[in-house]
Nanobody
């Protein structure tokens, strides 16, 4: 399984970004997909995940600001990030089961 993440970049506080992650290979149709992030000097933390049936779960620090979604036909998971804050600056990683993408950097300036 390979995952290719895209959509990161530099944005001002209060702005928005949309991350995408396409998975290829032998993927179980019922796999959970999600996003985690790692800020400099900090441990990796879960941001959100979504089941094949659309059930979602968010970390408290992104609730009301981020939206996770997926397109099962395309094996793609998305993360819409709104009202971004400087503390959201991190490398964002997508994952499916135990497989991880390469990460995409999100930088939020104040």
């Amino acid at each position: 399984v390979q995952l290719q993440a895209s959509g990161g970049g530099l944005v001002q506080a209060g702005g928005s970004l949309r991350l995408s992650c396409a998975a290829s290979g032998s993927i179980f149709s019922g796999a959970v997909m999600g996003w985690s992030r790692q800020a400099p000097g900090k441990q990796r933390e879960l941001v959100a995940h979504i089941t094949s049936g659309g059930f979602t779960n968010y970390a408290d620090f992104v609730k009301g600001r981020f939206i996770i979604s997926r397109d099962n036909a395309k094996n793609t998971v998305y993360l819409q990030m709104n009202n971004l804050k400087p503390e959201d600056t991190a490398v964002y990683y997508c994952w499916i089961n135990t497989y991880w993408g390469q990460g995409t950097l999100v930088t939020v300036s104040s």
